[in-house]
């Protein structure tokens, strides 16, 4: 079992930057590939960022390719999502999970979820 707690989501001006964490209970976390996802209001949930368990592995939506950054430390049980020049359209509840699966952009393949946090960008 694994539990997920995302922070860092708030209001910010377009160009600004954010950082968002997932922060994980359970001694597996290592063993988890890690995702990000959105979903808008009216918009299905999708893919934003993913990273294998060891970090190696990073994907990106081309949406944000260029602007946001996955990353995790074990040692915190802790993956982050940097994420700079936001745009208005990056407006979102943002969630972390994790998958037991190697590194995925599928949302069916993540075995767990956090509640999300909000991310509001303004033009």
């Known amino acids: 079992q694994v539990q997920l707690v995302e922070s860092g989501g708030e209001l910010v001006q377009a160009g600004g930057s954010l950082r968002l964490s997932c922060a994980a209970s359970?001694?597996?976390?290592?063993?988890?590939?890690m995702g990000w996802f959105r979903q808008a209001p009216g918009k299905e949930r999708e893919f934003v960022a993913a990273?294998?368990?060891?970090?190696?592995?990073?994907y990106y939506a081309d949406s944000v390719k260029g602007r946001f950054t996955i990353s995790r430390d074990n040692a915190k049980n802790t993956v982050y999502l940097q994420m700079n020049s936001l745009k208005p359209e990056d407006t979102a509840v943002y969630y972390c999970?994790?998958?037991?699966?190697?590194?995925?952009?599928?949302?069916?393949?993540?075995?767990?979820w956090g509640q999300g946090t909000q991310v509001t960008v303004s033009s």
């Open positions: 999970a994790a998958s037991s699966e190697v590194v995925t952009t599928t949302p069916m393949k993540y075995d767990y």
């Open positions: 359970g001694r597996t976390f290592s063993s988890y590939a």
């Open positions: 990273i294998g368990w060891s970090g190696g592995s990073t």
